[in-house]
């Protein structure tokens, strides 16, 4: 406390602890100005207080003798000293807890630097994580989250990454796999290494299907404790579709290959099938070919080829393939409905689809019908079943099976239109088209090679020469065309009285010839008598009319000629005989030491039998 006078601010008395805070002796003290020691702290002056003024508590600073300085609290009061006008001014020492209250600001303003600083670093990190092309996350031991990328918050399926925080798997609905990444977690947490490239398909708790390449590396303290997990995964289901789409493709490049190495086999094996058809020289042939490539083309079906016969009302099985044909083996052009319509007809689902009357309604399931058509005449049907699949067939393996069968049917149609072409012009170029018998041509191309072979069999070889009896008569008679039906109908007796080996032929107008390999001339004979019976007894579908006689000359090889001519020149001077004397008989040919006629009557057939 010091007491002040007030008109000239001297110090007129100090107590100790005042001259303790100065630092001098009170001596020292008393008598000096007050602004030697007092000093306000915001004008750096000294801190006068004018008379009369009251301060409380105001911060000065005190000056101290040793020139140090003291934070004091002031406190003015004027007072009556021995009848004088003082001051009483007191003062505080609050120099240390000004200097408390310095240290706590720099700390704070410190602080909040630091807090910037952090504030800033966690911004940078959260940064520099977005910017990551990868979803990135990292858990506390306790596989809590603490912190991730919004690419990882989305897939997890919030919008933001503080969301996540102080989550865990379970929470998160992650339910099918959260039990999974907790051992995984705990595993790298506790081998202290990271886990890389874990390719692993997922369901996000937005049902999206995914595909993730994860790593997982543990956080460890510089001590090396394990604090949590860091993981790091990268989308790659772009990629896995990329790879299955690929996949996808290749297997469907696969199945194109096959099928184009099918189409090729099936095109050769066809071709082929056509090649030999067009060798083949008759009808029998092509089916017996037909019969074995149908079942290589077609390796998967039963089926049958159906062709129409001469008379042109039925459809017959001529090959068959397969397990049983479904279809019944003969049936009419009307109960078809391939040949009906003249085009392909094709029943998959019974149901569905009319079913061809030919088709036996016991065999159920799908077929193919498909007309043989060439030059728009019918010749047959390809009728195709397929078996029972071995796997599903896909819609474009039956497509292309039907335009095989299509093709196939194209390339029968025309190989056997070429056949039976090539059979009429063979036909007429050696039958003749009254009587369907041999002609004359061919009767001489032959004639040579049937003696040669029964001279190398060591056998005889029997020639029979014939004539109608007034034939000219006949014809002017009933007519020409009556005549030409005695003509026809003779043809059909002659081919059904003989055997397979034996050639008859027309050799002239009313004239014909036998050729009996094998026949002796009593054989020759009686087969000869056995024919002049017949005719005479023949039967005529014309108004009525009666047959003619017939006249028969025989002559047999090797007896009478070791060539053609000879033996027919020899059959045609008996027949000359046998109309000399008296027509409707049998005469045999004269041997050439004998010159006697052997002629037979109509009456004398057992003569010939005895002899
Ligand atoms: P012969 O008993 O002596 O044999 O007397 P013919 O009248 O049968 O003998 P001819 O040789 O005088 O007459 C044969 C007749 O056969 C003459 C001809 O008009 C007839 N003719 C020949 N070819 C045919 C034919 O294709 N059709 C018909 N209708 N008649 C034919
Ligand atoms: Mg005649
Ligand atoms: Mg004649």
Redesign the pocket.
């Known amino acids: 406390m010091l007491i002040v006078d007030p008109e000239n601010h001297v110090i007129v008395d100090a107590n100790p602890v005042a001259a303790e805070l100065i630092g001098a002796p009170k001596e020292q003290i008393v008598g000096s100005e007050c602004s030697r020691f007092i000093c306000r702290p915001e004008h750096g002056k000294c801190a006068v207080t004018d008379l009369g003024e009251t301060v409380v508590n105001a911060e000065r600073v005190l000056q101290r003798a040793d020139g140090g300085n003291r934070w004091v609290m002031q406190t003015v009061v004027p007072v009556s000293l021995h009848g004088k006008g003082r001051l009483l001014e007191s003062y505080v020492d609050i120099t240390e807890r000004k200097l408390s209250e310095d240290v706590l600001s720099k700390n704070y303003n410190e602080l909040q630097e630091t807090m910037q600083r952090l504030e800033h670093s966690k911004n940078m990190l959260q940064l520099i994580i977005e910017s990551v092309p990868a979803r990135v996350f990292w858990k506390d031991s306790d596989l809590r989250y603490l912190g991730c990328n919004t690419l990882f918050a989305r897939d997890a399926g919030f919008s933001h990454p503080e969301q996540l925080l102080g989550k865990d798997d379970f929470s998160m609905g992650w339910n099918e796999q959260a039990e999974l990444y907790r051992t995984e977690d705990r595993r790298v947490m506790e081998s202290r290494r990271p886990k890389i490239n874990i390719p692993e398909p997922q369901t996000t708790p937005t049902g999206a299907k995914i595909w993730l390449n994860t790593s997982k590396v543990p956080l460890q303290m510089p001590n090396g404790e394990v604090f949590g997990i860091l993981g790091v995964y990268e989308d790659i289901t772009e990629r896995r579709l990329g790879e299955e789409a690929l996949q996808n493709a290749n297997a469907q490049l696969q199945v194109l290959v096959a099928q184009v190495e099918e189409r090729n086999r099936t095109m050769t094996l066809a071709n082929e099938m056509a090649d030999i058809l067009q060798a083949c020289q008759i009808s029998e042939e092509a089916y017996k070919a037909i019969g074995h490539f149908m079942p290589r083309l077609f390796p998967d079906d039963a089926g049958a080829l159906y062709i129409l016969n001469n008379s042109r009302n039925l459809f017959e099985t001529v090959a068959s393939w397969g397990q049983t044909p479904s279809a019944i083996s003969v049936f009419a052009p009307d109960e078809c409905w391939s040949v009906r319509r003249g085009r392909v007809h094709k029943v998959v689902d019974p149901q569905e689809t009319l079913r061809c009357p030919h088709v036996a309604e016991s065999v159920p399931g799908d077929y193919l019908c498909v007309p043989l058509i060439a030059q728009g005449e019918t010749l047959g049907v390809l009728h195709l079943r397929p078996g029972p699949p071995a796997e599903a067939i896909t819609p474009e393996l039956a497509a292309v099976k039907d335009q095989l069968a299509l093709t196939v049917a194209e390339d029968l149609a025309l190989a056997l239109a070429n056949l039976r072409l090539r059979e009429t012009l063979r036909s007429q170029a050696i039958r003749d088209s ?1 009587t369907g018998l041999f002609n004359r041509r061919y009767l001489e191309e032959t004639m040579e090679r049937e003696i040669n072979r029964v001279k190398r069999q060591g056998i005889p070889l029997g020639v029979i020469m014939m ?9 002017d008679t009933f ?6 039906a ?2 026809s109908a003779l043809g059909i007796l002659l081919k059904s009285h003989i055997r397979g080996e034996d050639i008859a032929c027309r050799y ?4 014909f010839l036998l050729i009996l390999p094998g026949a002796s001339m009593e054989i020759a004979l009686e087969r000869a008598e056995s024919l002049r019976l017949a005719v005479k007894e023949m039967h005529l579908h014309y108004a009525g009319l009666k047959s ?1 006689t017939l ?1 028969l000359g025989v002559a047999v090889y090797p007896d009478h000629g070791d060539n053609g001519l000879q033996l027919i020149q020899s059959a045609d001077a008996a027949l000359y005989r046998a ?1 000399n004397a008296g ?1 409707d008989r049998v005469v045999a040919a004269e041997y050439p030491e004998d010159t006697n006629t052997v002629a037979l009557p109509a009456s004398s057939l057992h003569q010939v039998k005895v002899s």
């Open positions: 009254l004539d109608l009896d007034h034939f000219k008569q006949y014809n007519g020409h065309s009556a005549g030409d005695l003509l002239g107008g009313e004239e003619s006249s109309k027509r």
